[in-house]
């Protein structure tokens, strides 16, 4: 038989122990290389079809974006229509209240003028009391107008 001294044996044994390892290491190399060549087509494919999307969602991004200044644009006119709606309405209102006011003014003073003179015989106590019920009830119109506004 052969003999062996056991230094021999030890490095038979580290000798396989390292082929064994340079095999494992270059199975690991061999399935690394192809994982990233997987990877590698993998985001090549994904690079591909991404960009396009990418542009398309900055184009529509680009159109969303004209479509909001001219809804911008339309906002304004309506706001600048209200505004001159609620002008001519003010201006109405005001152009009629205050006739408005004189008519009351003057039906509340023709009324107690008139009970006025009915009970003290006075045309100068009837005008006078008819000018203070007018002139109280212009005043108080006008007050409510006010708080109408206010609410």
């Known amino acids: 038989m052969l003999a062996y001294s056991s230094g021999e044996v ?9 082929i064994l390892v340079g095999a494992g290491i270059a199975w690991v190399s061999l399935e690394l290389g192809a994982t990233l ?6 985001i090549k494919g994904t690079q591909e079809e991404v960009l396009p999307v990418i542009n398309k969602v900055g184009t529509t ?19 600048d229509a209200a505004d001159s709606a609620d002008t001519a309405v003010r201006a109405v209102s005001f152009a009629v209240t205050r006739p408005i006011q004189k008519v009351t003014g003057l039906a509340a003073g023709v009324s107690h003028g008139v009970a006025d003179l009915k009970t003290r015989r006075s045309w100068r106590s009837a005008v006078d009391a008819g ?5 109280e009830r212009e005043q108080e119109l006008e007050e409510e107008l006010r708080e109408a506004d206010r609410a």
């Open 37 to 42: 060549q997987r990877l590698s087509a993998f």
């Open 10 to 18: 030890v490095d038979v044994a580290l000798a396989i122990f390292l």
């Open 131 to 135: 000018k203070a019920a007018a002139a």
């Open 61 to 79: 991004v680009d159109h969303v974006n004209a479509q909001m200044e001219k809804l911008d644009q339309i906002t304004d006119s309506a706001v």
